[in-house]
């Protein structure tokens, strides 16, 4: 099976502390450095999703206006 050059699949144990590595591939593919921050968002029906890091401002951003009392447009 040939995978698109913009997708990636890959496996990952968690630690005994629940940690887990993110595979170097992945990590290439996003820019995720050493240091960095990254969003982890979760949904029970849907799994944990890793969002790319550029979407971090924009998430703050939302949630900051979700906190001030913002309406939710969507």
Request: cysteine-free; charged content about 35%.
């Amino acid at each position: 099976m040939k995978t698109p050059k913009d997708k990636l699949a890959a496996s990952a144990k968690v630690g005994e502390k629940g940690q887990i590595v993110i595979p170097k591939e992945m990590r290439d593919m996003f820019s995720i450095r050493p240091g960095d921050t990254i969003i982890l968002l979760a949904d029970e029906k849907r799994g944990i999703a890793i969002p790319p890091k550029s979407m971090f401002n924009a998430f703050v951003e939302k949630m900051n206006e979700l906190m001030e009392g913002g309406e939710d447009d969507g």
